[in-house]
């Protein structure tokens, strides 16, 4: 690797970061749309009464499951960084990475010099995963809160349709 570095400084870790990143953008997107698909077949059996409690478990579920999705995208750059020998043990190495990836950075843990630029390079690929999961978080409230008037209306439609036929007999 130090050969490719002396063309261009810290050419290894974008040679390594740019394709982890776009793996772990790709990952996301997946996850994101497959957690997408069950919240909507649950939030399809709501009901206006019970609407505020699967919204609930919705989020619960949502949360839990994207949390795991950037845990997993933590363990891909973890397995690099101990792949390339930049951090000596899996432990150290996913502590790194999550330290990294939310750029909480406190845990004293520093890469191998050559692999520096790296750290900071997983640590911008994690913003922009935090960007998509906030975003996907806004998309699941938007469509519960548009949710909760129809679900109305059709209560008072019912309701209506309900007294009408009522009247009739």
Request: charged share 15%; glycine share 6%; aromatic share 10%.
């Amino acid at each position: 690797m130090n050969n490719i570095d002396g063309l261009v400084p810290w050419t290894a870790d974008w040679l390594w970061s740019l394709p982890l990143s776009v793996l772990c953008v790709v990952l996301h997107v997946f996850g994101l749309n497959l957690i997408r698909t069950r919240y909507h077949a649950m939030l399809d059996r709501a009901t206006h009464r019970t609407l505020s409690l699967i919204s609930i478990g919705v989020m619960a579920i949502t949360t839990v499951s994207v949390t795991l999705l950037h845990g997993m995208e933590a363990a891909i750059w973890a397995f690099a960084f101990r792949w390339l020998g930049a951090l000596p043990d899996k432990k150290t190495a996913m502590l790194y990475s999550l330290n990294a990836m939310t750029t909480f950075g406190h845990s004293g843990i520093v890469l191998e010099g050559q692999w520096h630029l790296m750290g900071a390079l997983e640590a911008l690929n994690g913003w922009i995963l935090f960007g998509l999961s906030t975003a996907f978080l806004y998309a699941i409230n938007q469509k519960v809160w548009k949710m909760a008037p129809d679900l109305e209306q059709k209560v008072i439609i019912q309701r209506k349709q309900e007294v009408e036929i009522s009247s009739t007999f």
